[in-house]
C-alpha cells in the first residue's frame, strides 16, 4: 500500500539557517512524489514536484528511491517560510488518489 | 476557473444539529477528498471518492457521510454533530497524468460544534 511519512510534526530554525523537511515514501514501482504548502489560515497549494525537477521559492527536492526519500531542503531559511508542508505521493495505477503525509509546521524564527 | 469551491466557509452548530458541507469542482477531475484539520495537526482523511458514485473510508469516517452523486460535486454531512467534530474541513479535487497531475485544495470550512 502507498504510504508516506513526514517524521517530524514541528521542526523550528532560525532565520538564514539551511533546513530540510524529511518524507519517506512506500511504494514499490516508480513514484510521483510532491511538496504542498499551507500559509496560515490558507489552502494548501503545490510547492513543487519531482518531475519538474524545479526550485520554487527557493526549495528544492531530490527524490532518493535507494533510501525511498524526498526530503524538502532550502539553503538559508526565511521567516515568510514559516508553513506547514505536506508531501503527497500518487497517483499510481489506475488510480488517481493521491497520498498525503501527516505534515510537518516548519517554524522560522528571526 | 474557480478551482474548487467549499461552502460554507464558517459554521456554528449545537451539539445534535446537522448539516451538510458542500463542494465542487470545474475541473473534471474524477478524484475527490474530504479532510480535516485540527489546531497544530496535520491532514486527516475522512473518505474519498475515486469517481461519480464511489466512495471509500478514509482515516476517521466515523460520525461522517458521503455523497458523490455526479462528478464535480462531493458533499460530506454530519448527522449528529459532536464537540470532537469541530475542526476545519477541506475538500480537494485530483487528477491528471504526470507533469500534469496536482490535487487543489478548496479554501476551508471552518466548524464549530458547541
Known amino acids: 500500500a502507498q504510504r508516506v511519512t513526514q517524521p517530524e510534526k514541528l521542526l523550528s530554525v532560525f532565520k538564514g539557517a539551511p533546513v530540510e523537511l524529511k518524507c519517506n515514501y512506500s511504494y514499490s514501482g516508480s513514484p510521483e512524489l510532491f511538496w504542498y504548502v499551507q500559509y496560515s489560515r490558507q489552502r494548501l497549494q503545490l510547492l513543487l514536484r519531482?518531475?519538474s525537477r524545479e526550485s520554487i521559492k527557493g526549495f528544492t527536492a531530490d527524490l532518493n528511491k535507494g533510501e525511498t526519500s524526498f526530503h524538502l531542503k532550502k539553503p538559508f531559511a526565511q521567516e515568510e517560510d514559516s508553513a506547514m508542508y505536506y508531501c503527497a505521493l500518487g497517483p499510481q495505477g489506475g488510480s488517481e488518489k493521491l497520498v498525503f503525509g501527516k505534515g510537518t509546521k516548519l517554524t522560522v524564527n528571526p | 476557473n474557480a478551482g474548487v469551491t467549499q461552502t460554507p466557509k464558517f459554521q456554528v452548530l449545537k451539539t445534535g444539529q446537522s448539516m451538510t458541507l458542500q463542494c465542487a469542482q470545474d475541473m473534471n477531475h474524477n478524484s475527490m477528498y474530504w479532510y480535516r484539520q485540527d489546531p497544530g495537526m496535520g491532514l486527516r482523511l475522512i473518505y474519498y471518492?475515486?469517481?461519480?458514485?464511489?466512495?471509500d473510508k478514509g482515516e476517521v469516517p466515523n460520525g461522517y457521510n458521503v455523497s458523490r452523486l455526479n462528478k464535480r460535486e462531493f458533499s460530506l454531512r454530519l448527522e449528529s454533530a459532536a464537540p470532537s467534530q469541530t475542526s476545519v474541513y477541506f475538500c480537494a479535487s485530483s487528477g491528471g497524468q504526470g507533469a500534469r497531475t496536482e490535487a487543489f485544495f478548496g479554501q476551508g470550512t471552518r466548524l464549530t460544534v458547541v
Open positions: 519531482h518531475i
Open positions: 471518492s475515486a469517481s461519480e458514485g464511489t466512495t
